[in-house]
Structure formats: C-alpha cells, structure tokens
C-alpha cells in the first residue's frame, strides 16, 4: 500500500490464503473510499482470494476496480459474480416493527390452528360417513383389519396399562396417606384411591398412552403407505383408503380403550389396596367394603364413558397426520410426533372439559 494507493499482486488462491489472511490483518486503514485500487497486476485469483479481496476493500469498490483494470475477462468475471454475491448477502435484514412481528406471529399460529381444527372435522366427518355407510352392509366390514387393530392396540398394550396404572395407585395412595395422616384421616386413603381412579386416571392414563404408543404407530403406518404411493394404488383400484384403512383402526380403538380403562381402574386400586395393606393395616377386606359403601356406581359411569370419545379422537388424529405426510421420510417423523402432541392434547382438554361439566352436573 503507497500513498497514491492500494495495489494487488501476485496469486490470491487458496494455498495462499492463510498468508494473505495475515497480510490482509496487517494493513492498519479500513476506509478505502478515497484510495485507488489497482488489481491489474493479479496473477491467478480463485473465489478463495476473491472473497478476501471483498472483505478487505468491500463489494462495490471492488467491482469498480475491476472493471477499470485489464485483467483477463474470465478474472474479471469471477470477481465480479463473487463480489455480487457477498454484496447480496452482506445486505442488513429489513427493519421490521417488534409489534407488529409479533402480531403476525400471533396470527399466523392462530390460523394454522383453525386450519388444523377445520381439517380435523372435516376428517371426523368423513369417517363418520364411511362408518355409517358400510355399517349395514356386513359384506364391507374388514373383520381381519379390525381384529389386527384390536390386537395391536389393545392385547399388546394390556401389560404397561396394568403396570402403569399399578404404579400410579400406589404413588397416589403414598401421597394420600401421607397427607391425610396430618389430619388422622389416613382411613380416606380408600376413597381418594378409587374415587380418583374410577372417575379420571383410569381413562386418562390409558388414553395417553395410547395416544402415544398407538396414534404415532397408525401416522407411521398411514405415511409409510403414502411415501410408497399405496395409498394411490388403492385409489386406482376403486378403493376408498378410509374405509379401508380408518374405520377399522377407529373401531379397533373403541373397543380396546374401554377394556384398558377398566383394566387401569381395577390395576390403580390394586396398587393403592397393597399400599394401604403395607403402611396403614387396611385389609383387603376392608377396602373392599370401603369402596363398596362409599363409592357409587356414577364414578366407573363417569370414567368409562369418557373412553370411547378419546379413543375415537386419538385414531382420528393418528390416522389424519398420515395421511398429511407429504412423501419423504423427514415429513413421516414430523407428523408422527405432531400426533402425539395433538392426541395428549386433546385429550387433556376434553377431561378438562367434561370433569367441570360433570361436576356442575353433580354426577
């Protein structure tokens, strides 16, 4: 660098470039608005070179400079297109209002909201139509899917409903017994128990694990199918993929849900009665009459019936997530796990929902 201004020599390529770099880091001026630059006397220039010399004297001095030298035209086109390009990208993000991006955020969440909402009921419609149309016709039910449906969903998930639910009861009779003995009520450990098991946790945990373990299987195998092009396959064929696919895995839920809820009722009071037996000397037999004299039949009423709405919206949620894969291996794990989060969800707010009304109810 002189007084009259900065000139380039020699090759700039990528061998070079770490002593370039060093060079470059020596010249002590940043300001090359008012200095001429003279790149005439460049040897060989590669795009590792060229972007050095772009981030030392900047985009558009650069560009000028060589347009202004007599370097060789495939040269001054390499430079140029790299100057362009770290022009482009050096461009500052436009300023946008914090208020109004959030705003915008806000709505465009809330739109894809209703946008999920109005494909789920148009989804629940269409299956509720496929279900009520082949109904009365026995020659359309698809037995075997069916009872493969029953068998995954229910048989194989019978096992961790039961412990889990076990498990669960003991934690809430632990945590009954611990509290109530402060007020030496330890006796309404029994009543906590079944009280909570037969209206809420029994279905709830069921539900959940459900939702977890089988709507992400019904998305996996649903958008396998897609990614296969199956399901084009049975269109072809004058096939109608809900009615093959859907209703029986809808069905299958139906009936394997209330099973585990009944299963998790009578697991979660088998863990809170040993808990009671082992910590508070309640016998069985004590238990036994306890829940019969204070707990009505309203409560398992109440729970049970919740089972069959959540198993039909767990399978409807599974089953849409799969069929919205759009056909890579990527999109089938994003909707799977948008499948278990929506299916928990759901199922949370409807319990929410229905516990305030039953209460307000008085059931």
Known sequence: MSDSGLTFSGDWTLPNYTTLTRLVGLIET???????????????????????????????ALIQAVQSSNLA???QALITTVASAMKAEAQPAPKTNPILAFLASTGKKVTDVCRLVWLLAGFIGETLAALFYILPRPKRWRVTSFVAAVHDTG???LPIVALLTFLVGSVVAFLGATVLQDFGATIYTVNLVAFSFLREFGVLLAAILLAGRTASSFTAHI????????????????????????????LAMMVSLPVLTFVGMISGMIGGAVVCAITL??????????VERDIGLTHFLVGIGKAPVFAFLIAVIGCLEGFKVSGSAQSVGEHTTSSVVQSIFMVILLDSIAALFFMEMGW
């Open 223 to 250: 958008g396998a199918m897609k990614v296969n092009e199956e399901l084009d396959a049975i269109r072809t064929l004058g096939l109608n993929p809900v009615e093959l696919l859907v209703v029986p895995r809808v």
């Open 30 to 60: 940043k300001d090359f608005a008012n200095v001429t630059l003279d790149v005439s006397q460049l040897r060989r220039v590669d795009t590792a070179g060229a972007s050095l010399l772009v981030k030392l004297v900047g985009s558009s």
């Open 155 to 157: 048989l194989n998930a």
């Open 281 to 290: 000397d309640i016998p069985p037999s004590q238990y036994l009459a306890i």
């Open 73 to 75: 035209t495939e040269q």
